[in-house]
C-alpha cells in the first residue's frame, strides 16, 4: 500500500479530498502531509450551506495531528473560498479540523482527554509536546463550545459559594446545580451585582422553577436573590454548615478567653485542646476521648459553650420551620443567658436570620455539593501553583467542573 493511500484511510479522508504527497523527516521526528481536492468541485457556504463554485484559495494552512509513532504530524492545505451571494466571501469548512483550530478534531479530543487526567494545562503540555499557549487553546475553544450547546433547563436547587481567587480578599462567586453536582456561573468579585449577572440569564421560566437556593448568611448574595427568584423569602436556606461553623468559631473565642485567664494563673488545663472542642461527641477519637471526658465534668466555661454547640445539631432534625423557630427561639435565649459574650454574640446572629435558617427543613439541602466542587477547583489551582488571569482560572473551573460537552464533533 503506498504512503498516501495508508494516510488516506487513517486520516478517513473522502471526496472531494485526497493525499497528494506524504513526506517523512526521520532527523527532526516528523511528518508532513498534504491535501489536496478535485477540480469541478461544489462547495457549502459555512454560513447558509448553499452550493457555489470555487473562488480561490486561502494561504496554505498547518495542522497539527496525532502523533505517527514517536513522529510529530502535520497536516497542510490550501482552503477553497467562495463568494455568496449573501454573506460574501467566506473560507469553506474542512472535515478534519474546526475554523481557526489549529488542530485536527482527533488532535483535539485527545488534548482534551490528557488536559482531563492532568488538571493542568503544564502536564498536558509536556506530555503532548505542545506549547502552553496551544493547550491553553484547546481548553478555551472547549469551553466556548461546551458553553454554546448548553441548553437551557429548569434547576430545581442552586447553591452559592464564594472562591479565593487569591490572597487579599480576591474572591469569585460561584454558582453550581445542586442535583447535577456542576458549576453553572462564575463571576467575579462577590457583590449583590455578582449573583445578579447570572439570574440576569435565566429566562424567567427557569427563575420559576428554582425550588431553593442555598448559600451562607452573605447580605449580597441574600439581596441579590431576593430581587430575581419569585417568592425567594422561602426559598433561601442558609447552609446548615455555615451555622455550625459559626457556632464552632464561637466556642473556639469562648476557649480562647478562658485559656487566657487560666494562664495568668498558672492554669494550662485547656492547653493544646483547641480541636477537641471541633468533634461532635460521637466523633471524638478514641485517644483524646479519657481527657475530654475529664474536661466535660470540669467546671469549664469552654465545656458548657460546647454543649450549647452540641444541643443545637437537635435542630436539622426539625421537619416543621415552626417548630425549628421554636427550638432555635429558646437556643437563643440560653445563648443570651450563658454569661458568654461569643455566645451571645452568635445567637443575636443566628436570631436575626432565623426564617432562613430553618427553611432547611423544608427543603434539606445544604452548600455541600458546592464545597465539594470547591474543594476540586482549589485542586485545580494548587496544582496549576494559581493563577494570575481571572479568565484563565475561570476557564478551568468551566472545563474541569462545568458538566460541559467539550468534544469537537466530526464536520
Known amino acids: 500500500m503506498k504512503d498516501v493511500d495508508l494516510y488516506a484511510q487513517i486520516l478517513g479522508i473522502t471526496h472531494p479530498w485526497f493525499v497528494a504527497d506524504v513526506k517523512l523527516q526521520a532527523g527532526s521526528g516528523?511528518?508532513?502531509?498534504?491535501?489536496?481536492?478535485?477540480?469541478?468541485?461544489?462547495?457549502?457556504?459555512?454560513?447558509?450551506?448553499?452550493?457555489?463554485?470555487?473562488?480561490?484559495?486561502?494561504?496554505?494552512?498547518?495542522?497539527?495531528?496525532?502523533?505517527?509513532?514517536?513522529f510529530k504530524t502535520f497536516i497542510h492545505a490550501r482552503i477553497p473560498?467562495?463568494?455568496?451571494?449573501?454573506?460574501?466571501?467566506?473560507?469553506?469548512?474542512v472535515p478534519?479540523?474546526?475554523?481557526?483550530?489549529?488542530?485536527?478534531?482527533?488532535?483535539?479530543?485527545?488534548?482534551?482527554?490528557?488536559?482531563?487526567?492532568?488538571?493542568?494545562?503544564?502536564?498536558?503540555?509536556?506530555?503532548?509536546?505542545?506549547?502552553?499557549?496551544?493547550?491553553?487553546?484547546?481548553?478555551?475553544?472547549?469551553?466556548?463550545?461546551g458553553m454554546a450547546r448548553k441548553k437551557?433547563?429548569?434547576?430545581?436547587y442552586l447553591g452559592v459559594d464564594e472562591k479565593a481567587f487569591r490572597k487579599g480578599h480576591s474572591y469569585m462567586t460561584v454558582v453550581c446545580d445542586l442535583i447535577r453536582g456542576s458549576v453553572e456561573f462564575v463571576a467575579e468579585e462577590r457583590k449583590t451585582a455578582s449573583l445578579e449577572e447570572y439570574f440576569r440569564s435565566l429566562t424567567p421560566e427557569?427563575?420559576?422553577?428554582?425550588?431553593?437556593?442555598?448559600?451562607?448568611?452573605?447580605?449580597?448574595?441574600?439581596?441579590?436573590?431576593?430581587?430575581?427568584?419569585?417568592?425567594?423569602?422561602?426559598?433561601?436556606?442558609?447552609?446548615?454548615?455555615h451555622v455550625m461553623k459559626h457556632v464552632g468559631e464561637a466556642v473556639d473565642r469562648v476557649r480562647r478567653q478562658e485559656h487566657k485567664g487560666l494562664?495568668?494563673?498558672?492554669?494550662?488545663?485547656?492547653?493544646?485542646?483547641?480541636?477537641?472542642?471541633?468533634?461532635?461527641?460521637?466523633?471524638?477519637?478514641?485517644?483524646?476521648?479519657?481527657?475530654?471526658?475529664?474536661?466535660?465534668?470540669?467546671?469549664?466555661?469552654?465545656?458548657?459553650?460546647?454543649?450549647?454547640?452540641?444541643?443545637?445539631?437537635?435542630?436539622?432534625?426539625?421537619?416543621?420551620?415552626?417548630?425549628?423557630?421554636?427550638?432555635?427561639?429558646?437556643?437563643?435565649?440560653?445563648?443570651?443567658?450563658?454569661?458568654?459574650?461569643?455566645?451571645?454574640?452568635?445567637a443575636q446572629t443566628l436570631r436575626s436570620h432565623m426564617d432562613n435558617i430553618v427553611t432547611f427543613c423544608r427543603h434539606r439541602i445544604t452548600n455541600g455539593v458546592a464545597e465539594g466542587l470547591n474543594s476540586k477547583i482549589m485542586s485545580i489551582k494548587r496544582r496549576a501553583c494559581g493563577y494570575r488571569n481571572r479568565d484563565n482560572f475561570k476557564a478551568a473551573i468551566y472545563f474541569f467542573c462545568g458538566g460541559l460537552d467539550l468534544y469537537p464533533y466530526p464536520r
Open 30 to 70: 516528523r511528518v508532513d502531509i498534504w491535501l489536496d481536492h478535485k477540480s469541478r468541485v461544489s462547495w457549502a457556504c459555512p454560513e447558509c450551506g448553499c452550493e457555489l463554485a470555487c473562488r480561490d484559495h486561502s494561504e496554505e494552512r498547518t495542522w497539527r495531528h496525532l502523533d505517527t509513532c514517536q
Open 81 to 93: 473560498r467562495v463568494r455568496c451571494p449573501e454573506h460574501g466571501v467566506r473560507q469553506v469548512d
Open 96 to 145: 478534519w479540523a474546526e475554523p481557526r483550530s489549529r488542530f485536527t478534531l482527533l488532535m483535539e479530543r485527545l488534548v482534551i482527554d490528557v488536559l482531563t487526567e492532568c488538571a493542568t494545562v503544564e502536564g498536558a503540555r509536556k506530555l503532548m509536546r505542545l506549547s502552553w499557549d496551544e493547550v491553553y487553546g484547546v481548553m478555551k475553544r472547549a469551553v466556548r463550545r
Open 152 to 156: 437551557q433547563r429548569q434547576i430545581r
Open 206 to 241: 427557569q427563575l420559576e422553577t428554582v425550588k431553593a437556593v442555598s448559600m451562607d448568611m452573605w447580605s449580597p448574595y441574600f439581596l441579590a436573590t431576593q430581587k430575581w427568584v419569585p417568592d425567594a423569602a422561602g426559598k433561601i436556606v442558609f447552609d446548615r454548615f
Open 263 to 346: 494562664l495568668a494563673e498558672k492554669d494550662d488545663t485547656l492547653k493544646g485542646t483547641k480541636y477537641f472542642w471541633l468533634y461532635r461527641e460521637e466523633n471524638v477519637p478514641d485517644k483524646y476521648r479519657a481527657r475530654f471526658e475529664t474536661l466535660r465534668a470540669a467546671n469549664l466555661k469552654t465545656a458548657k459553650a460546647w454543649a450549647m454547640k452540641e444541643s443545637l445539631q437537635a435542630l436539622w432534625e426539625y421537619l416543621s420551620p415552626g417548630w425549628a423557630k421554636r427550638f432555635l427561639r429558646k437556643w437563643c435565649s440560653w445563648a443570651v443567658r450563658s454569661g458568654l459574650p461569643p455566645m451571645k454574640k452568635v
